[in-house]
Nanobody, 124 residues
Framework: QVQLVESGGGLVQAGGSLRLSCTAS????????MAWFRQAPGKEREFVAV??????AYPESVKGRFTISRDNAKNTVYLQMNSLKSEDTAVYYC???????????????????WGPGTQVTVSS
């Protein structure tokens, strides 16, 4: 059974950078779209980035600071996070779209496979 595992989280000062990784293991894996979401304490899970054959997309809150990429040969998706702010503090999850055709959704309920998450803490 395929599993996703995130890594790369940690504690960083405001203005710093982190790179998160998400690797699929346990079997043959393919997905037309991979995404990152995050959830801060007391808040709902929110969309952070998505990558699909047509490109990438980000919410305004991270646009220009975060970059999503993927290495299909390594079954890995990355999230490069620069100019981090205290409000970026959250648990970050990667997720895989498992449907037949990805139509651009950034709703978490449309992504069927999830990793356990990795904590990112930005100190001000």
């Amino acid at each position: 059974q395929v599993q996703l595992v995130e890594s790369g989280g940690g504690l960083v000062q405001a203005g710093g950078s982190l790179r998160l990784s998400c690797t699929a293991s346990g079997g043959t894996f393919s997905s037309p779209a991979m995404a990152w979401f995050r959830q801060a304490p007391g808040k709902e899970r929110e969309f952070v980035a998505v990558i699909n054959p047509r490109g990438t997309a980000y919410p305004e809150s991270v646009k220009g600071r975060f970059t999503i990429s993927r290495d299909n040969a390594k079954n890995t998706v990355y999230l490069q996070m620069n100019s981090l702010k205290s409000e970026d503090t959250a648990v970050y999850y990667c997720a895989a779209f498992q449907g037949r055709q990805y139509t651009g959704s950034v709703r978490d309920r449309d992504f069927a496979l999830w990793g356990p998450g990795t904590q990112v803490t930005v100190s001000s």
